[in-house]
């Protein structure tokens, strides 16, 4: 119990000393685009191996990379009402820029809704090379095996074939197998069973409240349109454009020819914005308890899968070094987080009105988020011959080192055995009530 409190400690105290949201926004405003922030390359050093010890199995999920949004509405409406505005002789000089960049890029989205993005691409290929960098023993050798897997949506394919093709340079003897199936969305990509709906309902009228709270458009509105009955029209829906237009700002950095915007909207306009939706993901997905949310669990078969692939690698006689990747998407990364309690994600409060101080959800999932689960092993053991209790683990999110629920007294690194009792015993509690 004392090295548990020690470690939550040192989460606590790590989160004190870091930077807040407001301040982190003010420094890069593409956060405010949740999960749609481009990813971010993380530069800490990670801690070097535990003396004795060496990494050989990487267990992994991450979401697909940076991609256009995925319904056609959230392109035409913002274009239609400024187009509509323009034949009306309603537009500002301002509101003209703004629908000549929107009909600049409108083309591009063309039967190209939710595709993976250029920026998309290179984030894999990065995260690709960087595992072979901080692990290479995981991935060297003769007899190393990769097993990869993704969700049946092309843009989880190709972000597999990225990282996939920079493991393969790194070591073209690595045995990489890819496959793609409906077979493996019971646990990639879960559907919501009917529990999970009832937990999700008492949600929708909170997210409602706080979208009418944080939207102010005034502003906005009368720097784009010349004339403020028309836009205070209630068939204008003017909060509704100011929030396409926000979503439409940040979905642009998913690409190297986007269009700016965001010069359109106040610092303190696009910090409301985004924490509609840090309350909206974090109620929808999250271990809130002001809804008495169980939505992390919707992640329990994801997290089975990846315990049980864990001990069919530790059981082996023959199994050396690799890798199981699975790829899909946020509304998996994000909860499963949550579910694993990987530094803050999990935590619970009621007070929302502040919630940016607990829980901050591009920290969790950004284009490209994933989830790694690095085992160690002594060195020098022989092939069959792996005792659970020797190995430790350690997690990275976003390539980043995160604390885990059991004690340790050698953060970052984790006894597998605690870890794994921990996830079963809470996964088996859920389900059997």
């Known amino acids: 119990m004392r090295l548990q409190l020690l470690s939550i400690a040192l989460a606590v105290s790590a989160t004190c000393i870091a930077q807040t949201a407001r301040e982190e926004i003010h420094e890069n405003i593409l956060l405010t685009g949740s999960n ?13 191996a535990p003396k004795g010890y060496e990494p050989f199995y990487m267990d992994h999920y991450g979401r697909h990379g940076s991609r256009w949004l995925i319904d ?44 993976l993005s250029d920026i998309g691409e290179i984030q894999h290929h990065g995260i690709g090379k960087r595992m072979t960098e901080h692990f290479p023993e995981i991935f060297s050798g003769k007899t190393a095996e990769v097993d990869a897997r993704s969700t049946v949506v092309i843009r989880c394919i190709l972000s597999m074939a990225a990282e996939c093709e920079e493991l393969a340079a790194f070591n073209p003897h690595l045995k990489i197998h890819n496959d793609v199936s409906e077979a493996f969305q019971h646990y990639l990509n879960r559907d919501w069973d009917e529990k999970l709906r009832e937990s999700a309902k008492p949600s929708r009228k909170i997210i409602d409240e706080y979208n009418h709270r944080y939207t102010h458009p005034e502003r906005l509105c009368s720097t784009l349109f010349n004339d403020s009955a028309y836009w205070q029209a209630k068939d204008f829906r003017a909060n509704s454009l100011m929030r396409s237009l926000f979503k439409v700002t940040n979905n642009m950095q998913s690409h190297s020819f986007g269009e700016d915007l965001f010069h359109i909207f106040t610092e303190d306009e696009v910090y409301d914005l985004w924490r509609i939706n840090n309350i909206e993901w974090y109620l929808r997905y999250g ?3 002001a809804t ?12 089975r899968n990846m315990i049980e692939t864990a001990d069919t690698v530790l059981a082996s006689k023959t199994y050396t070094n690799g890798a199981s990747l699975r790829f899909g998407h946020e509304v998996c990364v994000m909860p499963l987080a949550c579910l694993m309690e990987l530094d803050s994600c999990g935590v619970k409060t009621t007070d929302l ?3 940016e101080d607990y829980w901050v959800n591009y920290r969790i999932y950004p284009m490209a988020c994933n ?25 990275l999110l976003n390539e980043k080192e995160a604390t885990l629920p059991v004690a340790t007294d050698n953060y970052p690194y984790y006894k597998w055995s605690d870890l794994r009792k921990y996830y ?3 996964l088996n509690t859920y389900e059997e009530k």
């Open 287 to 289: 271990p809130a308890p």
């Open 36 to 48: 749609h922030t481009a990813y971010i390359v993380p530069t800490k050093k990670l801690t070097p």
């Open 371 to 395: 989830i790694q689960l690095v085992f160690y092993r002594p060195k020098k053991t022989k092939v069959g011959e792996l005792k659970t209790d020797d190995i430790l683990v350690k997690a």
């Open 353 to 355: 009105d502040h919630l």
């Open 424 to 426: 079963t015993d809470k």
């Open 72 to 115: 056609k509405y959230d392109y035409t409406f913002p274009l239609e009402k400024m187009r509509k505005a323009k034949e009306d002789g309603k537009l500002t000089a301002l509101g003209e820029e703004v629908l000549a960049k929107l009909e600049r890029f409108y083309p591009t989205t063309v039967k190209r809704l939710g595709d």
């Open 292 to 303: 008495g949310s169980n939505m992390p669990f919707s992640q329990r078969y994801l997290l």
